[in-house]
């Protein structure tokens, strides 16, 4: 049997009773550790579990799935993934290839940013379509997201914006060469995403925007776990604020609140702290 | 220390880790048993924690408010919430009145149908606004939540419709009078929601409709218990879809699909089955 397990988003009790059974009698139990990350490390997921993982980076997951899924037929193997399982297309792929090879599967549901952002109060069914922001690079600035936030935010809806993390990542130079070498990891920041966005209206200058500089948002970091925090002030403010450690989200809020929405975010006020 | 703690959505082994834990420990807990259902039911869970529950209704949780948070100050209460805690707004309320009293508190999250809905291998992020379809009344046939669908099909989005339920809902004539009868509870299939949006189809024929009787719809059961069930098909023969009992939900698929969405998807094929 082949299992995805989400873990959630925090700490190792953020497991379900139901996923622990599982990893306590895997033969094998492998932790993705590319699409996303625990506030905690490896090592605390392993003691508590008092077991081994196998550590699965993008490599693995992708290129090595046939290793992964090698003897799940017999055997018990587990997928360990930050969030929910079906967060990252990826793991849609790892089931399908399950299936492919007639290997039965179980999926361990657990919450994923997507839901666990209520916490700041407002309501989840006020979302638009959720957008990524990636890391811009020298020579590669896209800026599609923009237009999405901005779709959303005409139909009175807030946007989450999901926050890129590069995770051993090669490095330009070592493409070309046999021996590989990763980049260290980096996670975007809620001020290095608010950033971006005021580029990208600065850019757009010439064009009528919906949303400026002084649009509402909302900075996000370790959601779920102990160390959680929330902040909101405007765009410009946003580029400033430091919420520390990974993972950051980052929410453009919508042009109208509900009256208890607003009562909500009140203490969260950068004003306030 | 006030809890409020998500359970997942299909079973008692669905509660994490750490939620079991505060359910263990707690001087009450309440049962929050009227925005959804798990699909067991109220005894397996007090089988499983061990412990009685108090079954809290809407009257409980939106009048009884207070006595929820009485001692709370002192004692350590919880309420257990299908889903995610910050599923529904009233959740939010009572953070706020226990803010308000000072009364600490502590979130456990967990999946919802939001983020579970992954399962049918639609990708989480091409998602628009998620939308409630109430059952209708003979006087009251709201139909608002069609142009939300329409709106999300024409920005190429899919449509997450959370289905109504009815639990412990007073009867017209009881309202008046000083002994309150309730009807039986009652939970919207999949089918009954795809009849309302035909008969909106069908009111609308003047216009010019961007979704009409074949637009691709996935209808769900029971998401994340073992008897999960998932079938996809037109709006038209969805009318006319079993998938036993709740809860249910229906997806009104975008124009377009991922490769890796079709590949998931043909498995739940009506035709197929």
Redesign the interface.
């Known amino acids: 049997m082949f299992y995805l397990i989400?873990l959630?988003?925090?700490?190792?009790?953020?497991?379900?009773?139901?996923g622990?059974?599982i990893v306590k009698k895997c033969d094998r139990v492998y932790l993705e550790a590319y699409t996303s990350i625990l506030t905690c490390g490896a090592e605390e997921l392993e003691k508590f579990y008092d077991r081994k993982l196998i550590i699965a980076d993008r490599d693995l997951v992708e290129q090595g799935a046939d290793d992964i899924l090698a003897d799940s037929g017999e055997k018990d193997v587990a997928l360990l993934v930050v969030?929910?399982?079906?967060?990252a297309?990826t793991h849609?792929?790892l089931?399908?290839r399950a299936?492919e090879k007639g290997i039965k599967f179980q999926?361990v549901?657990?919450?994923?940013i997507?839901?666990?952002v209520?916490?700041c109060?407002l309501?989840?069914?006020?979302?638009?379509?959720?957008?990524?922001i990636p890391y811009w690079t020298e020579t590669w600035q896209p800026d599609s997201f923009f237009d999405k936030i901005a779709?959303n935010y005409k139909?009175q809806?807030h946007t989450l914006c999901l926050l890129d993390i590069k995770v051993k990542e090669p490095t330009l130079e070592s493409l070309t060469r046999k021996k590989r070498e990763y980049m260290p990891p980096k996670f975007m920041t809620v001020s290095e995403a608010a950033k971006q966005l005021l580029q990208i209206v600065e850019n757009k200058k010439s064009e009528e925007l919906i949303i400026g500089e002084k649009v509402m948002c909302i900075g996000l970091a370790r959601v779920?776990s102990e160390t959680q925090q929330i902040i909101t002030c405007n765009l410009r403010e946003m580029s400033e604020v430091d919420l520390g450690g990974p993972l950051h989200s980052l929410i453009v809020v919508g042009p109208t609140l509900?009256p208890?929405e607003v009562?909500?975010l009140q203490?969260f006020s950068l004003k306030k702290s």
Chains 1, 2 share one sequence.
């Not at 959630?8 to 139901?18: A, S």
């Not at 309501?123 to 990524?132: H, I, K, N, P, R």
């Open positions: 989400g959630g988003l925090g700490d190792p009790k953020d497991i379900t009773v139901k622990l059974e969030g929910d399982p079906f967060g297309t849609t792929d089931i399908l299936k999926v549901h657990n919450t994923s997507l839901n666990a209520g916490c109060g309501q989840l069914y006020s979302f638009g379509e959720t957008v990524s779709n139909n809806l779920g509900h208890l009562e909500y203490q």
